[in-house]
């Protein structure tokens, strides 16, 4: 069965580093301490190392084990045998960058679909998306390719808001999912808010979160908020 | 000999389009009425008819012509007999989409070389750069290449604002331009506000505007300030 925990951030001000999440991935991981292997490859300004220590911190206090992909050899190896798999928010751009040239798509895809469970927050949710179109974050380098592991059957802007800078005359985050939208009316597109996630079990969608709802993006424009609770993409047509 | 001029932006909130820029133009275009051929490639959710209209009716009351390049069958032919050129804001990975897959680049770069006069507004202005790494854009489309025009020696990060929405947990602008930089420590960065624009003739750069500086990114992040008026690429090291 799928298992998939999808966090829209780790981080927001004036709280500790992954607090809001940390009871929902003590649930997703249950009772069992569980040794997650982590992709810290989003990480820029920060080193694998620190990256890696800074989750571990955080993942030890609910009693659950980190260890870094970069500590081994063979990374590919390494997820066809991990316990579980966890990437870190960072640059979408750097870590797809990285992904595709270990070749660890498909290896992951494969680790996914016989139900080894993956978390991923901010980069590491949009990582599961079909295509790397909807991040947020500045193209620093170019991936071999767009495209993602197509875990989910819609596309996710993680850290959604339609907040704007007063005065500025750069286009709002609605403006440019709306362009998204135009050339792509196919692909169904979720605004995920901080402090949501949605969580798959098998063919079952979840959000979760601080009470947020999500917005499902409509091609006229006749969006839609899901509340937290069971969610069914089928029903979106 | 080389002439380039830059906007950051078109449009600031509560003034009519292209108000800021227009003496500019009007300015480095001349007296003489010049016809300007107009890359619209990166409008999503404007059709290539309305912006070359919207373009044309500011450029008709400052005296000059504007043609639109997908009205041509041959847009290469277009670029090659063209009195000027100019590439409107956008999408950046659409108008470079289509700047690639036309070919398209080198026909530009030739023009620009042997003195045809530029002008470029946001992803237009981007579209000289070495990269398309330091745009602001939502990655809607995957370009065959992030390599720009190469015009500039430098990046600019356009709309240059380090402004940020209270209580959302993305990163800030100089966040990423950071990121951007620890990846690329020998390509010099310059955050250009909106409001200003680089002119570029021969081998004389001139920061011009409103009367804001512009932000050379320093590696050793002691940022320096640029004030308008004449500056030299080579004194930044």
């Known amino acids: 069965m799928k298992k998939l925990l999808l966090l829209s951030n780790s981080s927001i001000p004036s709280e500790p580093y992954f607090n809001w999440g940390k009871p929902f991935v003590k649930d997703f991981l249950g009772e069992k301490k569980v040794k997650v ?3 810290p490859y989003a990480g820029v300004s920060i080193s694998f190392d620190e990256y890696t220590k800074t989750v571990s911190d ?14 081994f050899k063979n990374p590919q190896q390494a997820i066809e045998n991990c316990d ?9 751009f750097r870590l797809f960058q990285q992904l595709h040239e270990l070749n660890l798509i498909d290896s992951i895809n494969q680790r996914i679909n016989s139900g080894m469970p993956y978390m991923g927050w901010s980069a590491g ?20 390719s767009f495209i993602g592991l197509g875990q989910l059957p819609f596309q996710l802007n993680v850290h959604y808001t339609n907040a704007s800078i007063a005065g500025h005359g750069g286009e709002t985050r ?6 998204f939208q135009l050339l792509h009316p196919n692909i169904n597109l979720i605004g995920l808010r901080e402090c949501s996630l949605i969580e ?20 006229d424009k006749n969006h839609k908020e899901i509340e937290e609770g069971e969610f069914n993409p089928e029903d979106w047509g």
């Open 58 to 71: 955080v993942f030890s206090t609910i009693g659950h084990e980190i260890v870094g992909i970069h500590e």
């Open 84 to 92: 579980a798999l966890a990437i870190g928010g960072g640059n979408t």
């Open 125 to 144: 949710s949009n990582t599961v998306c079909p295509f790397l179109f909807t991040t947020n974050d500045m193209p620093i380098v170019q991936p071999k």
């Open 174 to 179: 609605d403006m440019r999912l709306a362009e």
């Open 37 to 39: 292997l982590f992709i």
């Open 200 to 219: 798959v079990r098998g063919d079952k969608y979840f959000l979760k979160g601080r009470g947020n709802t999500m917005k499902l993006f409509r091609n």
